[in-house]
């Protein structure tokens, strides 16, 4: 005779069954996760040594700069730094390797320079898992797969997210926060009050406001999730318990900031006032370029994206909640963000994770799943061109685009010498790259004046107007009438001068 078994029995024999395979399938995402990690880090180990050209001078002097003059007491700090513009959060990461190098006696050039690198390309590898998880998450395993895809074969991530930017770990940061994100708050009104999606919001709500303290402009994809998150919200409970959420951690990051920056500064000081006062109440940003409003739209977003730009334009065309939301994300940052009248391509990094999130829901409707053998004759060519497309671009702009700012610091030297760089001011790196305290560097100055005057003449625009009168009346002290001349600069002909020039076409 054979008992029946109740309907409660079955019940849980089906949750114990269910809990193993979710055990099992964890497991497996777990070493998958590993696997892709280790992957990623060794390739971006390979990609932070192999870019050897210069971007922009922030991605040195604000942050290797200022982290080598804090640890090793010498070197030269830019005028943010002496006006409260600049948080130090950022360069105190990297004041940390410098320290362990200094106590142990191993701060040799080539470690001082190698080491920033290495640190960078782990947190980019970081960035990498995240995007493909973010992914994942929100669309699945084929859209995660071509995200990936379009990730790492990018020419502007490639040559950009490895270098020290304050942007490059913001993009880390807020990648990583979204990938935590509660996506779906009008499916599941339980995930932000449960314990375990408290967690999560709690963790996402953390790493944005350290991207917040990092780069305060991060601050305007987070406005739109945080509307997002408001309108659709089924409960008012679930609504309180965000806002709560959110103004303990942004309470919090504040005081931790306040707190960093009085102290390094050595006065009471408040980063975010001083920056959005400088970049957008006076617009100063205008002392190093100017754009047109549609720049990041017509040159912007088209340049970094490269050869996958077609497939982020097909990609906006489904309109599902998920993808307009995607989409709404992007259109806002960049309306916000055109509003100053300073543009640069590396404003728009933190978005390109969403970017080829998009792209990859028009490619995996398209192709398929990212199996190359399944693909056509005419899916490889499209694929094989963009991609080499990006890959010419990133080899060209990675080795030698601009490669005479860092290839200058060979002319060293190993002994007590004067170098005068006379080109467009921080060109160049400093003592990060030289960590040589008995050579003496000087660099022609592009401070602002304050209060702010946007037609002020410095040393910069003298010597770009007229290198021969600049150089002429500098290094005559009987000559008052042409070159500024600015305090503790010295004006003996230095040792070595170390100039760019161009090349004459035959």
Known sequence: MKLRRGPQEHKDEVFVGNRDLLKQESTSGYEKMKWLFLACLIFRWLNSIIVRTAFNPDEYWQSLEVAHDMVFGYGWRTWEWSEGIRSYIHPLIFSIPYYLLRATGLDSTQLIIVLPKLIQGTFTAICDVYVYKLSLRIFGHNVAEWTMFFWLTNWFVFYCMVRTFSNSLETVLTTVALSYWNWFPHIDSRSTSSSAGSTNMSLSLSLAALSVLIRPTSLILWVVLAVHQMLY??????????????????????????AIDSYCYGKFTFILYNFISFNLINDAGVLYGTHPWHWYITQGLPTILGGYLPFFLLGIIPSTRKNLMLFIMIIFSVIVLSQSSHKEFRFLLPLMPICFIISSLYASTQFGAFHVKRWSIQTKTIIGVTTSINLFMAIYFSLFHQSGAISAHRE???????????????STPHQSYIHDETVRL?????????????????????????PASFVSHFYDPTKEDYAIVMEGQSRRLPDLIITFTRRKKD
């Open 442 to 466: 000087m660099m022609l100055d592009c401070s602002p004046q304050f209060p702010f005057n946007p037609n002020q003449v410095d040393q910069t625009r003298q010597f770009d107007r007229d």
């Open 233 to 258: 919200s089924v409960t008012l409970k679930q609504r309180l318990h965000f806002v709560y959420q959110c103004l303990l951690v942004g309470s919090l990051s504040l005081f931790i900031l306040v």
């Open 412 to 426: 060293r030297m190993g002994r007590p010498i004067d170098v005068h760089f006379l080109m467009s001011c921080h």
